[in-house]
């Protein structure tokens, strides 16, 4: 079969007999995840759009901006401040990693007990799969987690990749190391761009990621309803679209879904009966298409109300000062903005713990499952202390470790069953 | 009032019908391919009130066969306090997986553990186990129960447990001696499941392999406290499981 992309996918040196494999894939796999809901959100047929156009519609208005002159960065963490890349008229995309794919390749260089996302990464470039990977100009990857520190040295013998140096604790001398790296980056970014950050940019482009940070706070505030109205989900998918669409249009298409679903709880009505169960997941991020316990959980009768992942509120709580407009200030702002994410990798991360509480609260979850990748171990080990923390503010807790396979689904099911049975 | 309880397992089919909170029948079988229609035909002609479906093919019996599923985690639950009235933790250990379940003062589950995807320390550990021994399983606990405590099976891997085995008796050490070993092994791994759900005393030990003696005894001896096993540990699902039907 021929595909309408497929001249923009062959330059982008896809391999296309792969790459339709994916899609097909990909494209079934939604099916049975998404469209088989009932009462889903009429908002949600803007992001069934850009899912089946993933490698379509906004591949070619990226290859057009490059065409145009425009550079694009991906990246892979949210520590990576999008801020900067777009004030310098640039484009920033999340990769996601959230495949099984290309893992054969991965893994002639990877051990095997490394985390799937990592493998996904790798496996994605080597295996020629992605357009968005392939579109980029330049990698910006961190120094969080073991793991993805030394991928990226591999990652670099095949795309120029820059590295950013994410600290490991919250000291005030690790606060100004980071300061560094932004100003750092900024350089960086304006180097690879040509284009120069001015301070009128650099506010604009706060203003513009604030902006769908706090659409997407608007979004999980009204999941506090009960009934919950949107599922998990849908709401998983929109963060995760968060990452490769167009800001402002998302935006602006989420303010419209948030409206209608601010009508459905006026009128009571949700996607679960209310009384379901209530579920908040915390942990690792899940990337396109990691839809894999979203799925379990909801399919075994419960609703998700809320995702403490950096796929979810920790992307987008905390907003960047807009009361300063002095270059200096501003990037004094998205450096605290950005050190205040809890991610496991830091130590000690006690806030961590008090996000869960406090979300598991305001959304009224009934339980938390703790979601993590095997062999991620900030997330794993750190799982152990969050348990611990959640037992004595009585919230019932469910620790799942588990990567991009459907090998142990029937296992998942049966723990996640039983943990609903129990809350 | 009729009530059925179904435990579908990856290894064998237990059906417990109960008269009020009578045992009325009781039947097992080896699960086939078909367990649907192996499940629809053990349930053909009984005048049923009520029928709950729990092991791992629940999902699949309860949506073909229209009757409602329970976890394991659940049933095992009610039928253990069905059993044992004071229990406070369970040790499940079937065909195919693991579970340690710790139980409140009425008998509702408050934690559980499961054994990840692999066979490592399951009834078809103890089977492979005892093909590489050249025995059955019912024989590998006679072996094991003679044997002495005097070496370790480091790998918990199925795979690299059968070669440790081979390469052992290859090495002329007593069978005996290799099946103790094997033994404790399962019993060892189970006992840290229990810990971590911190369960200690008043378990209740189930499952097909609980009818090994040999891991009933190590159990025991590393827990340092009586261990419970049902006289028939097999039917604690299928029992819960009609239990809870209504
Ligand atoms: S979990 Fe940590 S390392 Fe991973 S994306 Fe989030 S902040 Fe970055
Ligand atoms: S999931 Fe864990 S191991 Fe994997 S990249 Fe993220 S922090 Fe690293």
């Known amino acids: ?423 | 009032m009729f009530k059925a309880g179904i435990d579908v397992g990856s290894r064998s089919i237990e059906l417990v019908v109960l008269k009020e909170r009578e045992i009325y029948l009781k039947t097992r079988q080896e699960t086939s391919f078909d367990y649907v229609s192996q499940v629809n035909n053990m349930l053909n002609g009984l005048d049923l009130d009520a029928t709950l479906v729990t092991g791992y093919g629940r999902h699949l019996v309860s949506r073909k066969l229209e009757i409602g599923h329970v976890t394991e985690i659940k049933a095992y639950a009610a039928g253990v306090r069905c059993l044992y009235p004071d229990a406070k933790a369970i040790l499940d250990i079937g065909g195919q997986d693991t579970k340690a379940i710790l139980l409140d003062e009425n008998g509702r589950v408050v934690r559980f553990e499961m054994n990840d995807r692999c066979a490592a320390g399951t009834g078809r550990f103890l089977e492979i186990m005892a093909q590489a021994l050249g025995c059955t399983v019912m024989d590998l606990a006679e072996l094991a129960l003679s044997g002495r405590h005097c070496l370790a099976i480091s790998s918990m891997c199925t795979v690299f447990a059968e070669t440790e085995v081979v390469a052992l008796m290859a090495k002329g050490t007593r069978a005996q001696d290799v099946a103790r070993a094997l033994v404790r092994s399962v019993a060892r791994r189970s006992s840290a499941m229990l810990r971590r759900i911190g369960a200690t005393d008043r378990v209740v030990f189930c499952g097909g392999v609980a009818r090994n003696t040999a891991v009933h005894k190590e159990l025991e001896d590393i827990l340092g406290t009586k261990v419970e096993v049902p006289e028939e540990p097999d039917y604690a699902g299928a029992l819960g499981a009609a239990l809870l039907a209504n």
């Open chain 1, 1 to 423: 079969m021929t595909n309408a992309y497929d001249e923009m996918w062959k330059r982008l040196d896809l391999d296309l007999t792969a790459h339709e494999g994916l899609l097909t894939v990909l494209g079934k796999f939604y099916n049975d995840i998404y469209l088989d809901q009932n009462g889903r959100p009429r908002g949600m047929e803007y992001l069934d759009f850009v899912i089946s156009e993933i490698h379509g519609l906004r591949i070619q208005e990226i290859t057009k901006a490059k065409s145009a002159g425009k550079k694009v960065f991906g990246t892979f963490c949210v520590f990576v401040p999008e801020e900067i890349i777009l004030a310098a008229d640039a484009i920033a995309i999340g990769l996601c990693s959230g495949a099984e794919v290309g893992s054969e390749h991965a893994e002639r260089y990877l051990p095997r007990n490394t985390c799937a996302l990592i493998k996904s990464f790798l496996g994605f470039r080597l295996a020629r799969l992605c357009p968005f990977t392939n579109s980029c100009d330049l990698i910006i990857g961190e120094t969080t987690c073991d793991g993805k520190k030394k991928a990226y040295e591999i990652f670099n013998d095949f795309m120029p990749i820059y590295i950013m140096e994410v600290p490991n604790t919250k000291s005030p001398a690790a606060k100004e190391l980071f300061r560094y790296e932004v100003e750092r980056f900024k350089d960086k970014v304006e180097q690879v761009t040509g284009n120069r950050i001015t301070e009128d940019r650099l506010f604009a482009a706060i203003r513009l990621v604030n902006r769908r940070r706090r659409v997407l706070n608007r979004l999980n505030a009204i999941r506090a309803a009960e009934p919950a109205p949107i599922s998990g989900r849908d709401a998983l998918l929109i963060n995760q679209v968060a990452f490769y669409d167009d800001p402002e249009r998302f935006t602006e298409n989420i303010e419209r879904l948030c409206d209608e679903l601010e009508e459905r709880v006026g009128r009571h009505e949700g996607v679960a009966p209310e009384g379901t169960k209530r579920v908040l997941i915390s942990g690792c991020p899940m990337a396109v298409p990691n839809w894999k316990l979203p799925y379990i959980i909801e399919g075994s009768g419960a609703v998700i109300v809320g995702e403490e992942s950096c796929v979810g509120q920790r992307n987008t709580r905390d907003l960047v000062d807009e009361d300063v407009r002095d270059m200096g200030d501003m990037l004094d702002a998205i450096t605290d903005r950005y050190m205040d994410i809890n991610c496991a990798v830091f130590t000690p991360n006690e806030p961590r713990l008090r996000d869960i509480e406090q979300m598991a609260r305001t959304l009224k979850a009934d339980g938390v499952i703790h979601y993590a990748l095997q062999f991620c171990q900030p997330y794993a080990i750190e799982s152990v202390k969050i348990e611990q923390g959640l037992k004595r503010a009585g919230i019932p807790l469910l620790r799942l470790e588990t990567g991009y396979s459907m090998e142990d689904i029937e296992p998942l099911k049966t723990r996640v069953e039983a943990f609903l049975e129990i809350i």
